[in-house]
């Protein structure tokens, strides 16, 4: 079956849900699966920046993990189901690289400026989006009557990844 990409039941500013319900454009579970989607762009680049940096980086791999899990994050927002173990293993991953790569570099002495390098700049912005789309959640969070805190732990993890990497680049 071949999508059709320009369906016009948008044009009256609303969207459809994965279950059929339509709702507003500006409604803050859109939004946050925007900027869900702003984020995973954001990492493409990154991940291009990454590749040109040191072609033979494991950390395009990692990236490109992320990103697929970004697809089931933005899934998970449109459609939530009752088990939060699905993201145990991603968070325990991120967790995972988080203390590599804590290991390899040196002690954090002063604040990081964003800019030594493309690569480097590139993660910083997906890092500073990452936590923009943090913040949306927490808000879209907020107004739900079960909140799925676990979508924020894994993206505040990261985010911490993603500074970690803009360090060691």
């Known amino acids: 079956m071949r999508l059709k990409i320009s369906t016009k039941t948008g044009d009256d500013g609303t969207t459809s849900l994965l ?4 709702v507003s454009k500006n409604d803050p579970l859109i939004r946050t ?13 990154a991940k291009v920046e990454l590749a040109f940096a040191d072609p033979q980086s494991e950390d395009t791999k990692l990236l490109a993990r992320v990103q697929m899990e ?10 939530p189901t009752d088990d ?3 993201w145990d293993n991603s ?3 991120l967790e995972t690289r988080i203390a ?3 290991s390899r570099l040196p002690p954090l002495v002063a604040f990081v400026l964003p800019g030594q390098n ?14 923009r789309v943090e913040r949306s959640l927490v808000g879209l969070l907020e107004t739900q009557v079960e909140p799925r805190l676990f979508l924020v732990t894994y993206l505040n993890r ?3 990844l993603l500074f970690l990497l803009a360090r060691a680049y």
């Open 118 to 131: 493309r690569a480097s700049a590139q993660l910083h912005v997906a890092r500073t989006v990452c936590r």
């Open 158 to 160: 990261l985010s911490d």
């Open 19 to 22: 279950g059929g319900e339509r």
């Open 33 to 45: 699966v925007g900027e869900l989607d702003e984020l995973n762009a954001v990492l493409g680049t």
């Open 84 to 86: 939060a173990t699905l």
């Open 70 to 79: 970004l697809f089931s994050f933005g899934a998970e927002l449109m459609r």
């Open 91 to 93: 968070v325990q991953f």
């Open 100 to 102: 590599e790569l804590e």
